[in-house]
């Protein structure tokens, strides 16, 4: 059995990119910052990775709507490397990214209603049929609860 799937938690580095495919599928790019502390030999050390997410479709759409820049989110997902050919250097460029299925988010900020402990979590259906094609369910913004 194989199994590939990665939950992050952390912080957007900017504001998602939203945008729409030739065929008027909502995507949503963006990246989010996680870091990770030890100590060696008595020092403090603090390293920070940077994840690419891809969000498709409703999900894409909340995602534009209710995330920014220093907001902190947890993402679930499968990582993807896609690759293209550079069109001025003729180089064959790599990406990885994380596709996302679940996304919570984090804590309102200052002057927002608090959850109350409701729960901020926006889920889609992973494809399991070994297709790339987004991810098509329905999420209604009445649905979410908060």
Do not use: C
């Amino acid at each position: 059995m194989n199994l590939n799937k990665a939950i992050i938690i952390g912080n957007l580095t900017a504001n998602p990119e939203v945008r729409n495919t030739n065929t008027g599928q909502t995507v949503a790019s963006f990246t989010i910052a996680t870091n990770r502390v030890w100590t060696k030999d008595g020092q403090k050390q603090e390293q920070a990775e940077f994840h690419n997410i891809v969000a498709w479709g409703k999900l894409a759409d909340i995602v534009g709507q209710y995330l920014a820049k220093g907001r902190l989110a947890m993402v679930e997902g499968r990582i993807q490397t896609r690759n293209w050919l550079d069109q001025q250097s003729g180089v064959k460029k790599y990406r990885t990214e994380i596709i996302a299925e679940n996304i919570q988010l984090g804590p309102r900020g200052q002057g927002g209603p608090s959850n109350s402990g409701e729960s901020n979590i926006i889920d889609a259906e992973p494809s399991f049929g070994g297709s790339s094609s987004p991810i098509e369910d329905e999420i209604k913004v009445e649905d979410i609860p908060f």
